[in-house]
């Protein structure tokens, strides 16, 4: 979803370590449970088992030095992969960039 075209104003962001989508909501981040663009469910966040695997391991977070597989989906089993190159450009009938827009030969200037 990151790289959907409709958001090219990288509005939505992915959260690898939690497996989760959110947004900016002004100093937090708002976790997403459907898509934006298609409405369906989105699957539901590791965020709880992040934390439970570390404290098994004896590791606090908010005190300790977090491994680096539990900065990534690696923890998880799911090696980070590299997105794909982000589509650029307008997306149709959001706006006219009027900048970009050739010149009608057929006008008197």
């Not at 391991?57 to 980070?80: K, N, Y």
Request: with cysteine; glycine share 8%.
């Amino acid at each position: 979803m990151d790289v959907h075209p409709q958001n090219d104003w990288e509005t939505v962001h992915y959260d690898a370590r939690y497996d989760v989508y959110w947004v900016e909501a002004g100093a937090a981040r708002q976790t997403l449970f459907f898509c934006p663009w298609c409405g369906e469910r989105l699957p539901p966040s590791l965020r709880d088992r992040w934390f439970d695997e570390l404290e098994a391991l004896g590791i606090d977070p908010d005190i300790g030095p977090i491994p680096e597989d539990f900065q990534s989906s690696a923890w998880r089993g799911v090696p980070a992969a590299l997105a794909p190159a982000r589509q650029g450009g307008a997306i149709k009938g959001r706006y006219i960039d009027f900048v970009d827009m050739p010149l009608d030969d057929s006008v008197d200037e």
